[in-house]
């Protein structure tokens, strides 16, 4: 594993410089999450006409959820990957990706790693930006702190799995456009982006509870605010640490098909 | 580039027949297409509907009214990508240099670009934007009169030709840029995020943005507020709410006269 990791880290370099080349397109996408936390914000505003609390939360805290918790999803819902991997399998490219001595999906977690990492960065960028259409504020309290950054890293390490385990339906289906964007679509929706879960109607919320999209945002999210604390937030951790582990083993089991697969088509 | 109208237009015809025929080859991601645009565009209402259920209305819209002004801009949508979706690969062909042929053939390049494949997603918009204005024109508060009828005919279509417009302008930059996705993706976004709400609620300084620079109002904001008797709400005057459909035809005209200018600056690929 040790030998490696200098190839590793030139995939994550040389993913960076790719989105540095597109930085235009990397812009683009970031103006419209800007967008989407201005619209939301004052749609929110517009809704709390009225009201002191909606959802347990004052509408300062509300709108900090909201910006929150959609910065967090534009770096986790990076389709890079999900991309690349039909690329590589549609031309039949894979099988070089395959003889490489480092395992295919380890090379996928570096591409992705390498985006996020400039993700992240362009995200620091604009954060000036964000100030201005939403809401930034200090987490709730230092427990909240303290419990938000595990929250985080689990809720990103799910937001892998879930990438890496969508991006392999390219070696069962020619083409994957549709799929992946109504993946990122339901992915963003149950996350609580637009709205936070314990909004939902009873049918979706029960839903959003079976999936695990709201580990990835909306647990975080509310931890940071102090909607989610004590007891409560331990438990959502658990919640948060049983979808690493479950998704962890769909995702070796679905490997271990897909690279079956691979060999069917003879390369 | 002076043929005839009524030839070039069935000419339209067969190029489109053929463009479908290739298109419904591939049957599952025709389906999956289909199903992907449905889904596509009723996420927006469904978000609505899960907010409406908890709060009476948004900036004084009730469900009905936002759902009369979401299917409106969706009929609008649906009326300008059938026949134009093809606007959006044009940094494609500019790139490999196939607008060549287009530039040989005694055609109108831009009535070749738009013929040149059907994207089935788009059927799904179409199945959306007329079942869900179905619904929404039962329920909406209209009080239906012939003038009233006419206006929301000629608003679809103004509509369509205002949002076209902007997505031509976006196509034009082809010529000189070579990579358009991006924009083209945010041009969408903002027609889709503004547009699908009362304008009014982001505030005097984005309604006046999304009115007079890029014109998101005129597509269903405005029309919507006409029909539904809200001009009240609206920053622009009754009269130039009732010609919003002439505003879009206006966008539409120097639009295309922009995008034929920019062609000039088409170089090819050298190959």
Known sequence: ?267 | MNRPFKESLSLYWTLQKAALRAETGYRFNFVLLVVMGIVYQGSGIAFVWVILSQFDSIGSWTFSDVAFLYSLRLLAHAVWIVPFNQVYALDELVREGRFDVYLLRPLNPLLQVITGRVRMNILGDVITAVTMFGFAVTAADVDWTPAKALYLVLAVLGGAAAEGAVVLLVSALSFRFLHTWSAHFLVDNVFLLFGSYPLHIFGTATTWILTWTVPVAFVAYVPASVLLGRTGDLSVSPVLAWAAPAIGFLWMYAAYRIWVRQMRHYQSTGT
């Not at chain 1, 990397?26 to 989407?36: A, C, R, S, Y």
């Not at chain 1, 090379?107 to 996020?116: C, D, K």
């Open chain 1, 1 to 267: 594993m040790t030998a490696s990791a200098p190839g590793l880290r030139r995939i994550v370099v040389a993913r960076m410089k790719t989105a540095m080349t597109y930085r235009q397109n990397v812009l683009l996408l970031q103006v419209i999450v800007i967008l989407n936390i201005f619209i939301l914000s004052r749609l929110w505003t517009t809704l709390f006409e009225g009201r002191d609390t909606v959802a347990g939360m004052t509408l300062h805290t509300f709108l900090l959820y909201i910006t929150v918790v959609n910065l967090q999803s534009w770096v986790f819902t990076d389709l890079t990957v999900n991309e690349y991997t039909y690329q590589r399998v549609r031309t039949g490219e894979v099988v070089f990706d395959l003889m490489r001595p480092i395992g295919f999906v380890p090379q996928m977690l570096a591409h992705m790693a390498g985006s996020h990492l400039f993700m992240v960065l362009s995200v620091v960028v604009a954060l000036p930006v964000v100030l201005v259409v939403g809401t930034l504020g200090a987490p709730a309290s230092p427990a909240a702190l303290a419990l938000y950054a595990p929250s985080l890293v689990f809720g990103y390490v799910i937001s892998v799995l879930l990438a890496v385990l969508t991006s392999m339906v390219a070696f069962w289906t020619v083409e994957t456009s549709g799929f992946t964007m109504l993946y990122r679509l339901i992915n963003q929706f149950f996350a609580g982006t637009m709205l936070p879960v314990s909004l939902f109607p009873e049918p979706l919320r029960i839903l959003a509870g079976l999936l695990p999209f709201q580990s990835t945002g909306y647990i975080p999210a509310t931890i940071y605010v102090g909607r989610t604390e004590g007891d409560a937030a331990l438990r959502a951790l658990a919640v948060q640490g049983l979808w690493i582990l479950i998704l962890a083993l769909a995702t070796t089991a679905v490997w271990h098909r897909a690279r079956r697969r691979v060999a069917v088509q003879g390369g």
